[in-house]
Every structure is written in C-alpha cells, then in structure tokens.
C-alpha cells in the first residue's frame, strides 16, 4: 500500500546511511565477542553476567546483519531465476528449525511448480522467503502448517505464505513497515522492511493480510521474467 512505500522511502536514505555505520560495527564486534568469550573462560567472573555480556553482543550482530541487508547494492546481479527451485532450496533450508517448533512446511505442487522464470538477485530473494517463514515459524507457537502457494497472475507470479499462527491485531498491522517495530522480546523489527525493500527492488510488491487468532497470509507478486520461449510455453 501506498503507507508502505512511503515508509521504504525512507527507509532507503536511512538504510544507506545506518548500513554504512553497520559495516564499520562489525569488527569490532567480532572482536568484543571473542574477548569477552576468552575472558570468561579465564577468570573466575559472574558466569550468568558473562553470558549476558555475549548474548547482547550476538544481539547487536543481528541488528547490524538486518541493517546491512537494508542497503541497496548499486546495482542487483539479476539473473534469470526458476521461482519453484528457489522455493523448494528454501524449504529444505528451514525445514530444520521449523520442526524444532512442530510446525510443517508445505508447498503446493512443489515437486511440480511450473517453471515460472523471474529475474532476480537469487541471495537476496532467498532472504526474503527465509524471513517471511521465520515470522510464520515464530507465530505458531503450538505448531501447524504453514503452505506456500504459487501462482500465475496475468504478468506476474503471485507467492502466497499462509500460516496458521497468531495473527496480527489490527492496531500491530498498521504499525508493521515502521523502522525497529517488532512484539517480539527478541525481535529486531527490521525483517519485514528487508523484505518490502528486497521485493521493490525487484519491481514487486508485498501485501500482509492477517486476523488476529487466525493466522497470517504473506503476498508477493513478481514479474516474470518473459523470453519468446517462455511465452510459448505460457500460452500452451
Ligand atoms: P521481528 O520478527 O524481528 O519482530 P519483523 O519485521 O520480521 O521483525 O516483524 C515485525 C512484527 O510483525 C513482528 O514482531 C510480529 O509482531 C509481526 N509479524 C510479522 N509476521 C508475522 C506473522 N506471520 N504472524 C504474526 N505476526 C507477524
Ligand atoms: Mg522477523
């Protein structure tokens, strides 16, 4: 929606700026955790503070990460990429931590997804996909399934992300896109605007539609990427 737009706007200008600081954040950072690590091994200090120590240095790693990922490359290595390939990567990918929560990822038609070719930064969708179904995974906290649909829509592909999870109350939606909005104790906020911006960046675009107590269901529409082949192929 237009909200959305306006807030990845500016989330460009702040984004080019905060990864700039982020890059530089970072070895030092490095360098912090490994002492701090080295430090508690070696002297007889507050265990419990230790720890704390690390997993706020570890938290800080994860909010630069997020900033880093908000800059935009000058330019995107696009490349022609089959949608369904890079779904089922993905899947595989997080099947893992999905079980941890009993949660099952399902795909329709994954075997058979009809090659619907894109061009796109495959690294940079796959980041997209990977934060979409960690929010799925981290809102079904009884576990469920969570369903990946693809479809075609005239021009476009339309990736769907349904999740059976919390759901989101409508005063929490309108808040999602801010900058660092996040209910989460762990959260960092930053993952759905790295999404809306990775998606724009490929001329895309997202929607969130959610009810509360119901579950969640993630949009994304991506142009295809049409070569004559391809076309033939549609057509058929
Ligand atoms: P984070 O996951 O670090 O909180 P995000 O930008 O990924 O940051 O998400 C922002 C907020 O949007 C989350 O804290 C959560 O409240 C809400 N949210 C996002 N995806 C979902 C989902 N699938 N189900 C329920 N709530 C969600
Ligand atoms: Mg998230």
Do not use: W
């Not at 890059?23 to 007889?44: A, Y």
């Not at 230790?50 to 570890?58: A, G, L, P, V």
């Not at 929010?135 to 592909?157: C, F, L, P, W, Y």
């Not at 997202?206 to 107590?213: E, F, L, P, T, V």
Request: aromatic share 6%; proline share 3%; net charge negative.
């Amino acid at each position: 929606s237009r909200e959305y737009m306006h807030q990845t706007e500016k989330l460009t200008v702040v984004g080019e700026l905060a990864a700039g600081i982020a890059h530089e954040i970072r070895n030092p950072l490095t360098s912090l955790k490994g002492f701090t690590q080295l430090l508690g091994d070696k002297i007889d200090s507050n265990q419990d503070y230790m720890d704390i120590m690390i997993t706020e240095i570890e938290r800080i790693n994860t909010i630069v990460s997020e900033l880093l990922l908000l800059a935009k490359p000058r330019k995107l290595d696009f490349k022609e990429l089959n949608i369904g390939i890079v779904l089922k990567k993905i899947i595989t990918l997080m099947e893992a931590q999905a079980n941890l929560y009993g949660v099952k990822i399902k795909c329709n038609d994954c075997e058979e997804i009809p090659s619907f070719i894109i061009h796109g930064e495959e690294n940079k969708l796959k980041q997209v996909f990977i934060n979409l179904l960690k929010n799925a995974i981290e809102a079904m906290q009884e576990g469920g399934e969570i369903t990946i649909s693809v479809q075609r829509r005239e021009k476009d592909v339309e990736i769907k992300f349904i999740d059976g999870g919390s759901g989101i109350a409508p005063e929490v939606l309108s808040k999602i896109g801010q900058p660092f909005f996040t209910t989460k104790e762990k959260g960092t906020g930053l993952g759905l605007m790295v999404c809306y911006s990775i998606v724009e960046s490929h001329q895309g675009k997202m929607d969130i539609d959610s009810k509360s107590g119901e579950g969640t269901t993630v949009s994304i529409l991506l142009p295809l990427y049409q070569t004559k082949e391809n076309e033939i192929e549609y057509t058929t």
